[in-house]
T-cell receptor
C-alpha cells in the first residue's frame, strides 16, 4: 500500500546537539509535509515541500525533499528544550487526496 | 483568524449516550477532516469533507456520523460507542483536498473517554 515510513521512532538528544529524522516512501510523492506535536498538544503544520530536491530552512530547522521525491528529512541544529515533541512527516501520493502520516519521531531533549 | 476551534475539550460518555463534537474554522477553507489519534500514534483519518460534501469515509463504523452544516462547521455525532473508541479526536481544515493546498490546520482536539 501507499505508506510513509519514518525513522527513527524515538530519539534522546542532548541539549545543544543536532539531530535528523527521516521519512521514506516506496512511491513518488506529490508533496511532503512536516508537523510537530508537543506532549498533550495537537499537530502543528511546519512546512510543505513540493519540488524535487527542494530545501527549506526555518531558523534551526532544515527540511529536504529528495531528488526522486520519495524521501525527506528534517534536521535540527543546536537542540533546545522547546524542540521536545513528536515530529510527523505526511505525504500525498499522486491521484490520492489522503495525507499519509508516518508513525512519528518522538524526541526527548536531555538538559 | 488562523485557528480551528473544537468543543468540548474533554468528554466522558457512557456506551448508551449520544453526544456531538463540534469544529469551526473561519479561514475560508473548503476541506475539513476528522481524525482519531491514540496515544503515541499518528492521526488516523476518519472522514473528509470537500465543499461541504463527504468525499472520503475511511470505513468508519456507523456509530460515528459526520455532518457539515456549512463551510465553516463540522460536527461528529457519537452514538453507542465502545471503550476502544476512547481517543483524541482532531478536526483539521485545508484550503482544498488536493495538490499543494492540502496543508492542514488542526484544532486542539476533543479528548474522549468512553466508559
Amino acid at each position: 500500500g501507499q505508506q510513509v515510513m519514518q525513522i527513527p521512532q524515538y530519539q534522546h538528544v542532548q541539549e545543544g546537539e543536532d539531530f535528523t529524522t527521516y521519512c521514506n516512501s516506496s512511491t513518488t510523492l506529490s508533496n511532503i509535509q512536516w508537523y510537530k506535536q508537543r506532549p498533550g498538544g495537537h499537530p502543528v503544520f511546519l512546512i510543505q515541500l513540493v519540488k524535487s530536491g527542494e530545501v527549506k530552512k526555518q531558523k534551526r530547522l532544515t527540511f529536504q525533499f529528495g531528488e526522486a521525491k520519495k524521501n525527506s528529512s528534517l534536521h535540527i541544529t543546536a537542540t533546545q528544550t522547546t524542540d521536545v515533541g513528536t515530529y510527523f512527516c505526511a505525504g500525498t501520493f499522486y491521484g490520492n487526496n489522503r495525507l499519509a502520516f508516518g508513525k512519528g519521531n518522538q524526541v526527548v531533549v536531555i538538559p | 483568524d488562523t485557528e480551528v476551534t473544537q468543543t468540548p475539550k474533554h468528554l466522558v460518555m457512557g456506551m448508551t449516550n449520544k453526544k456531538s463534537l463540534k469544529c469551526e474554522q473561519h479561514m475560508g477553507h473548503r476541506a475539513m477532516y476528522w481524525y482519531k489519534q491514540k496515544a503515541k500514534k499518528p492521526p488516523e483519518l476518519m472522514f473528509v469533507y470537500s465543499y461541504e460534501k463527504l468525499s472520503i469515509n475511511e470505513s468508519v463504523p456507523s456509530r460515528f456520523s459526520p455532518e457539515c452544516p456549512n463551510s465553516s462547521l463540522l460536527n461528529l455525532h457519537l452514538h453507542a460507542l465502545q471503550p476502544e473508541d476512547s481517543a483524541l479526536y482532531l478536526c483539521a481544515s485545508s484550503q482544498h483536498t488536493s495538490g499543494v493546498y492540502n496543508e492542514q490546520f488542526f484544532g486542539p482536539g476533543t479528548r474522549l473517554t468512553v466508559l
